[in-house]
C-alpha cells in the first residue's frame, strides 16, 4: 500500500527503516516505494521491524500501557483513600472524575500541539508530568494535593496518548507492520484496564493504595531515559500557527461533556446541573464547528470528517470502548452484588477477560490484513455482541461464574478485533502532518467511550433497579441483565451501521 510519507510536511525522523537512503532516490526506504514500483520491497517491509523499532514500540508500548492502567487501578482503592486522606464519600468519586475530565478535555488540544511543537518533545514533557503527578499523589495527606495530582495525571494521559499513537504512526509504513503494532498498542491498552483493578487490589491489600500511585515513577524514569535513544522528534517543516480560539471552544466543550456524563452517573440524567453541562457542551460545539469553518489553520479541518474512514471509524472506536468498559462495570456489581465476591475476587475474575484483551490484539492484524478493517468491525461487533448477549443467561448460581468467564473472553477477543479496526480505519490515508490530529481524534473518542460507557449503563440499570422496587440481590440481578442486553444491542447497532455507511477500506 503506498504511504503519505511523500506529501508530508514534516521531517520526520522516525526508524531507520523508513529513512530515504543517501545513495539516492534509486535505493529509497521501503516506504516510498509504491506497490507498483517494487512488490518485493514492500512485503519485505511488511515482514522485518528494525532493531530500532522494537525498541521504540517497546516503550510506546509501556506508556500506553501505563496509562491505561492509571483508568482504574485506583477504583478498588477508593475506600482506604477515603478513610486515610480524608474524602468524604459523596466527594470520593472525583478521584476518578478529576482524571477522566482532563485526559478527554484535552487530548485533541494536545494532540495538535504535539503536531505543532514536536511530537516527541510533548511525549517526553507528559512523562515527567506523569512521574512528578505520581509522586505527589503518593505522598498526598489531605483531599486538595490528591486532586491535583489527578489532574496532573489526566493531563498528561492527554498529552502522551495522542503523541505516542502518532510517534508509533510515524514509525511504521501503512501496511502488516503499523496493523501489527496497532494491535499490540490496542490489546495492551484495553488490557491495562482490566489489569489495574487487579493490581489495585493486590496492591491496597498487600502494601497500600499509595503505590498505585508510586509505581508510575519508575516507569516514567526509564522511559524518559530511552526514550530520547529510541525516538526521533518530527518537527514541522514549515511555520505553522495554533488555532487557538478552536482549541478554546473544543477544550471547554469536552469537558462539559465529561462532566454532564459523570454527572449523570453520580446523580441523575435530568439534574439540573447534568442538563446544563450537556447543553453547555452542545453549545460549545457548535460555536466550534463555526470557527473550525472560518480559521486559517484549524485545529480539526471539517473536511477530514467528510472521510468514511475518520467519521465512521470513530463512531466505532466510541462504541467499542462505551460497550467494554460499562460491561465490566456491570458484572463488577454482578459478582459482588449477586455472587459476593471480595473487590479483589471480582478483579481477578477479569484476568481472563485481560487474556482475550491480549489475543484479539495479536489476531486484530491478521484479521484485517485477511479480511480488511472493515469486515473486521463488523464482524467483531457481531461476535462481541452475541458473547455478551449470551450473559443474560447469568443468575445466581455461583456455577454462573463459567459462563461469565467464556463469554468474557470472547467478547474481549472480539471487542480488540473492532479496537484495532477502529484505529486502522480512522488512522490510514492521511499525511504525517495530519497524523497527531487524527489520533487525537482517535484517543478522544477512546477517552470518551470510557467516559461515556458507565454513566449510560448506570442509568440502565439504575432505572430497572427502581422499576424492581428494591436493591437485593434479584433487583441488582434484574438491573444487571436488562443492561447488558442493552450493552448487546448497541453492538449490534454498531456493527449495522459500519456495514452501511463505512466506505470499504482496502486490505493492506
Not at 316 to 331: D, I, W
Not at 369 to 374: F, L, P, V
Not at 398 to 420: C, E, H, R
Not at 432 to 449: N, V
Request: charged share 10%; hydrophobic share 55%; with cysteine.
Amino acid at each position: 500500500m503506498p504511504t503519505t510519507n511523500k506529501t508530508s510536511n514534516y521531517d520526520v525522523g522516525t526508524s531507520e527503516s523508513a529513512r530515504p537512503s543517501e545513495s539516492g532516490p534509486t535505493e529509497s526506504a521501503p516506504t516510498q516505494i509504491t506497490a507498483a514500483q517494487d512488490t518485493t520491497a514492500q512485503d519485505t517491509t511488511a515482514i522485518a521491524m528494525t532493531t530500532r523499532q522494537r525498541l521504540a514500540l517497546l516503550v510506546l508500548l509501556t506508556a500506553g500501557f501505563t496509562l491505561a492502567v492509571d483508568f482504574s487501578i485506583l477504583n478498588v482503592a477508593l475506600p482506604a483513600i477515603g478513610s486515610d486522606v480524608g474524602f468524604s464519600l459523596e466527594n470520593l468519586q472525583w478521584v476518578a472524575t478529576a482524571f477522566a475530565l482532563c485526559a478527554a478535555g484535552f487530548t485533541l488540544l494536545f494532540g495538535r500541539v504535539a503536531d505543532l511543537a514536536g511530537r516527541r518533545k510533548i511525549f517526553l514533557m507528559g512523562m515527567a508530568l506523569l512521574g512528578a503527578a505520581s509522586l505527589a499523589g503518593g505522598l498526598a495527606g489531605d483531599p486538595a494535593v490528591l486532586l491535583l495530582a489527578r489532574v496532573g495525571q489526566g493531563i498528561a494521559t492527554a498529552m502522551v496518548v495522542p503523541a505516542a499513537l502518532s510517534l508509533l504512526l510515524v514509525s511504521f509504513p501503512e501496511g502488516h507492520l503499523r496493523d501489527k503494532a496497532l494491535g499490540l498498542n490496542g490489546s495492551l491498552m484495553a488490557a491495562g484496564f482490566t489489569t489495574g483493578a487487579i493490581l489495585g487490589g493486590l496492591l491496597t491489600d498487600l502494601l497500600s493504595w499509595r503505590w498505585a500511585f508510586f509505581i508510575n515513577v519508575p516507569v516514567a524514569v526509564a522511559v524518559l531515559l530511552i526514550a530520547p535513544v529510541v525516538l526521533a522528534e518530527s518537527r514541522p517543516a514549515s511555520k505553522l500557527r495554533l488555532d487557538v480560539p478552536g482549541a478554546i471552544t473544543v477544550t471547554l466543550g469536552l469537558l462539559s461533556l465529561v462532566f454532564g456524563l459523570t454527572h449523570a452517573a453520580e446523580h441523575s440524567w435530568t439534574h439540573p446541573l447534568t442538563l446544563g453541562a450537556l447543553a453547555a457542551a452542545v453549545v460549545l460545539f457548535t460555536v466550534f464547528a463555526r470557527v473550525e469553518r472560518r480559521a486559517p489553520h484549524p485545529l480539526v479541518p471539517l473536511g477530514i470528517l467528510k472521510r468514511s474512514n475518520v467519521a465512521w471509524g470513530n463512531v466505532a472506536g466510541v462504541l467499542a470502548f462505551v460497550t467494554e468498559t460499562s460491561l465490566v462495570f456491570l458484572l463488577t456489581l454482578y459478582l459482588q452484588q449477586v455472587l459476593g465476591y471480595t473487590p479483589l475476587g471480582a478483579g481477578l475474575a477479569f484476568a481472563v477477560l485481560g487474556l482475550g484483551t491480549v489475543l484479539g490484539g495479536l489476531l486484530g492484524p491478521k484479521i484485517i490484513t485477511r479480511m480488511g478493517s472493515k469486515n473486521a468491525i463488523v464482524y467483531g461487533f457481531l461476535v462481541q455482541a452475541a458473547a455478551t448477549g449470551a450473559l443474560i443467561w447469568l443468575s445466581s448460581d455461583p456455577g454462573s461464574i463459567i459462563l461469565l468467564l467464556v463469554a468474557t473472553f470472547i467478547g474481549g477477543v472480539a471487542n480488540l478485533v473492532v479496537i484495532v479496526g477502529f484505529m486502522v480505519t480512522a488512522t490510514s490515508g492521511l499525511p504525517d502532518a495530519d497524523q497527531g490530529m487524527a489520533t487525537g481524534l482517535a484517543t478522544m473518542s477512546q477517552q470518551i467511550g470510557i467516559t461515556m460507557g458507565i454513566p449510560v449503563m448506570s442509568a440502565v440499570f439504575t432505572a430497572q433497579l427502581l422499576a424492581a422496587g428494591g436493591s437485593d440481590g434479584s433487583a441488582v440481578m434484574s438491573g444487571v441483565t436488562v443492561a447488558i442486553a442493552v450493552n448487546a444491542a448497541i453492538c449490534l447497532a454498531a456493527a449495522t451501521a459500519v456495514a452501511v455507511f463505512l466506505k470499504k477500506q482496502r486490505v493492506a
